[in-house]
């Protein structure tokens, strides 16, 4: 018979929140275990044993295999909400958040580097690793940085970013993902228009820096030593930064007048 305290549970050795398929197959187990074919060779204190074991294995069964049964045992034992919120509660997923949505660089040079970062939060639940993806060639993550050690996020994301072309606009997205969640960021780098200066000059006067004589704006040579005045670093338009010749008085690639 069954005592008073016992647990049906642990008699059949399964878990309170077991299904009927477990409960069954558990009970199946321990019946070929105690059965007294199995036993009618050993001691009279272990057949008598096996069969009080037995006993207490059918009633457990009896009761647990019954829904209405377990339902009211449940409610004494006091299971029944925890295995009904197991059975109905989902988990709730992660949710990704980054701050701000886009980071904007303005009014870079070509090959001069700029730096900002981004900060990426978890509004929802718990989750298991952190994706970043790679971002363009003219973008580097130079590293992340949690917010406290403790933990992964809140994260802060550094950046760097290195334009070639004067007046272009990049643009990309990286995206962020904790475990299958997905959120994005968007980065825009933009550049300068291209100065419309072309021509250097290596002294600050109308002097020769190498023989002090006179020269005129337009020498490129001094006429008495051959020192350089003038470098020619190219022509080129200040709109489109397209190459041009210095004989031309209109860019054939945008129409703006040189």
Same mark, same amino acid.
């Given at each position: 018979?069954?005592? *008073?305290?016992?647990?049906?549970?642990?008699?059949?050795?399964?878990?309170p929140?077991?299904?009927?398929?477990?409960?069954?197959?558990?009970?199946?187990?321990?019946?070929?275990?105690? $059965? /007294?074919d199995?036993?009618?060779?050993?001691?009279?204190k272990?057949?008598?044993?096996?069969?009080?074991?037995?006993?207490?294995?059918?009633?457990?069964?009896?009761?647990?295999?019954?829904?209405?049964?377990?339902?009211?045992?449940?409610?004494?034992?006091?299971?029944?909400k925890?295995?009904?919120?197991?059975q109905?509660?989902?988990?709730?997923?992660?949710?990704?958040?980054?701050? /701000?949505?886009?980071?904007?660089?303005?009014?870079?040079?070509?090959?001069?580097?700029?730096?900002?970062s981004?900060? #990426?939060t978890n509004?929802?639940?718990?989750?298991? &690793?952190?994706?970043?993806?790679? /971002?363009? &060639?003219?973008?580097k993550?130079?590293?992340?940085t949690?917010? &406290?050690?403790?933990?992964?996020?809140?994260?802060?994301?550094?950046?760097?970013?290195?334009?070639? *072309?004067?007046?272009?606009?990049?643009?990309?997205?990286?995206?962020?993902?904790?475990?299958?969640?997905e959120?994005? #960021?968007?980065?825009?780098?933009?550049?300068?228009?291209?100065?419309?200066?072309?021509?250097?000059?290596?002294?600050?006067?109308?002097?020769? /820096?190498?023989?002090?004589? $006179?020269?005129?704006?337009?020498?490129?040579?001094?006429?008495?030593?051959?020192?350089?005045?003038?470098?020619? #670093?190219?022509?080129?338009?200040?709109?489109?930064? &397209?190459?041009?010749?210095d004989?031309?008085?209109v860019?054939?690639?945008?129409?703006?007048?040189?």
């Amino acid at each position: 018979m069954l005592q *008073q305290q016992e647990d049906l549970y642990q008699i059949l050795g399964v878990a309170p929140d077991a299904s009927a398929a477990t409960i069954k197959e558990a009970y199946l187990y321990k019946v070929q275990i105690l $059965h /007294p074919d199995r036993l009618q060779a050993g001691p009279a204190k272990v057949r008598i044993r096996a069969e009080e074991d037995l006993k207490r294995v059918n009633e457990a069964y009896g009761i647990l295999s019954n829904p209405e049964k377990r339902s009211e045992y449940d409610i004494r034992r006091g299971t029944s909400k925890a295995r009904q919120r197991k059975q109905t509660t989902k988990v709730k997923p992660p949710k990704p958040e980054v701050h /701000p949505k886009e980071v904007i660089f303005r009014n870079a040079s070509p090959s001069q580097k700029m730096q900002d970062s981004f900060l #990426v939060t978890n509004t929802g639940g718990p989750f298991k &690793k952190v994706l970043i993806s790679a /971002p363009p &060639k003219w973008v580097k993550i130079l590293k992340t940085t949690p917010v &406290k050690s403790v933990t992964k996020l809140p994260m802060y994301v550094l950046l760097e970013v290195q334009g070639s *072309q004067w007046g272009k606009d990049y643009s990309s997205e990286i995206r962020i993902r904790l475990d299958d969640i997905e959120e994005r #960021v968007k980065i825009t780098l933009q550049m300068k228009k291209a100065p419309s200066i072309s021509k250097v000059h290596t002294s600050d006067s109308l002097v020769c /820096p190498r023989c002090n004589a $006179h020269v005129s704006d337009e020498d490129r040579f001094c006429i008495s030593c051959g020192e350089t005045l003038f470098e020619i #670093v190219g022509y080129y338009c200040s709109v489109c930064g &397209k190459d041009v010749e210095d004989s031309w008085d209109v860019c054939p690639n945008c129409g703006e007048l040189l």
